[in-house]
């Protein structure tokens, strides 16, 4: 069973900020949290990896609170193109169980 | 980053045959591959742990004599669907860690199997 809980589906508009909100309650001490991105007929696309607090790149920003029972990704000023599934995954290993990820529909 | 690769991009089949896909980590070793597969509308689904030099470790569920896999060296694993069927048709899925990395993960771009 997957580790994480996620929104289905959310929509937005283009230049809206979007947060994506994942729970997970069971986290292990080891465990790190990272988000993906997968468009249709592709292999997920990394974009932000993190253990506590808050990280920031060049695409997103991902923010865990001090529990750690929960994170947000945080995409700014989205665009069509970031039209996507989010799949929210924490692990301490590689073996990564993928729950049913949040699509995320950006509008004109 | 890190780049993985997968052969071919899409194939498509008779029913009966075997298929081999290869999965290539380009620069950068690893002694551990995995293999997803995604049916339409559906998330990944993690099919079993590839370990250079040694078995597999397959998922609950997972055939392995239907799904034979190979990860003969640090840059290269091999997932052949034996004797295909119209329901093995989907979305198959590699991705590695390089070495000593664990915890960063990189996906091949996924090769779509189309049984006849």
């Known amino acids: 069973l997957a580790k994480t809980t996620q929104p289905i589906s959310m929509d937005s508009y283009e230049g809206q900020e979007v947060n994506i909100t994942c729970s997970h309650n069971?986290?292990?001490?080891?465990?790190?949290i990272t988000w993906y991105q997968q468009f249709p007929s592709q292999g997920p696309r990394f974009i932000i990896q993190g253990y506590k607090t808050k990280v920031t790149n060049e695409v997103a920003s991902l923010f865990i609170p001090a529990d750690r029972k929960s994170s947000t990704l945080s995409l700014p000023r989205v665009s069509l193109s970031d039209t996507a599934v989010y799949y929210c995954l924490v692990a301490d290993t590689g073996k990564l169980i993928f729950g049913q990820g949040t699509t995320l529909q950006v509008k004109p | 980053g890190a780049v993985v690769s997968q052969h071919p991009s899409w194939v498509i089949c008779k029913s009966g045959t075997s298929v081999k896909i290869e999965c290539r980590s380009l620069?950068?070793?690893?002694?551990?591959m995995f293999w997803y597969r995604q049916f339409p509308k559906q998330s990944l689904m993690l099919m079993a742990t590839?370990?250079?030099?040694?078995?597999?470790?397959?998922e609950q569920g997972v055939e392995k004599d239907k799904f034979l896999i190979n990860h003969a060296s640090l840059t290269l694993s091999t997932l052949t669907v034996t004797s295909a069927h119209p329901e093995d048709s989907s979305f198959y899925i590699c991705?590695?860690?390089?070495?000593?990395?664990?915890?960063?993960?990189?996906f091949g771009p996924g090769t779509r199997l189309t049984v006849l």
């Open positions: 991705s590695a860690p390089p070495i000593g990395q664990y915890n960063e993960q990189f």
């Open positions: 620069d950068f070793q690893a002694t551990t």
């Open positions: 590839s370990n250079e030099g040694s078995k597999a470790t397959y």
């Open positions: 069971n986290i292990a001490t080891n465990d790190y």
